[in-house]
């Protein structure tokens, strides 16, 4: 069940959608060199003790900045393997999220009235909670979202690319959703029909 929890540095929440494929190594570092006590076999509990190393060490010495949360994200991205939207909750300084360099799962940013941001994993779950989708969140793109609602954005991948999951379009996303600027609803009449046209 997430979210997960890490009470150092600052305290992190962290909650996921995706599978990193290289979770089992990412584990055995974290216990043999990074000095992280893991709990449980989650990939998600995996990824936040890693963007918890990562953000301890942008961070040492200094004070929090998003230049330091987008240089943690930088060394997520170059150590994780597989698919990854993440969002994240700093304590006592804000909230981050970001993607993986490839895009594989969706991610969304969208606003209420009042200016306050909210991120979730698609489109409809935003604006069927009041609040108006403004964006998808880019392949390998971080937010960090401050106490006083300040956002600062910064592309932290190297070659980001965008390969959205096929199964986003197929199964897994509401039908209601726009994902990568497609209505979900009407990628599968189209499928539908492409498909209908080759029996």
């Known amino acids: 069940a997430q979210q997960f929890y890490v009470n150092a540095p600052y305290g992190l929440c962290l909650a996921h959608n995706g599978n990193l494929t290289n979770a089992r190594q990412l584990a055995d570092v974290l216990m043999r060199e990074d000095r992280r006590h893991l709990n449980t076999s989650s990939d998600s509990e ?7 190393h990562e953000l301890e060490h942008a961070t040492r010495g200094v004070p929090l900045q998003p230049d330091n949360v987008f240089k943690a994200v930088r060394a997520v991205h170059k150590r994780v393997r597989g698919s990854y939207a993440v969002i994240a909750l700093i304590a ?8 993986d360099p490839y895009g594989i799962r969706p991610l969304s940013m969208g606003r209420s ?15 069927g909670t009041g ?9 390998g793109e971080a937010l960090f979202v401050d106490l006083a609602g300040n956002l600062c954005a910064q592309q932290c991948a190297e070659t980001p690319q ?5 199964f986003e379009y197929v199964y897994l996303a509401r039908p209601y959703s726009v994902l990568a600027g497609i209505s979900v609803y009407q990628a599968r009449l189209n499928l539908g029909k492409t498909l209908a046209k080759r029996l």
């Not at 995996?46 to 918890?52: E, G, I, T, W």
Request: aromatic share 12%.
């Open 113 to 127: 009235a009042e200016g306050a941001v909210v991120f979730a994993s698609e489109s409809v779950a935003i604006e």
């Open 46 to 52: 995996v990824l936040l003790n890693v963007f918890a």
């Open 131 to 139: 609040h108006e989708f403004q964006r998808d969140v880019a392949p």
């Open 162 to 166: 965008h390969f959205l999951c096929v």
């Open 92 to 99: 006592g300084h804000g909230l981050v999220a970001f993607r």
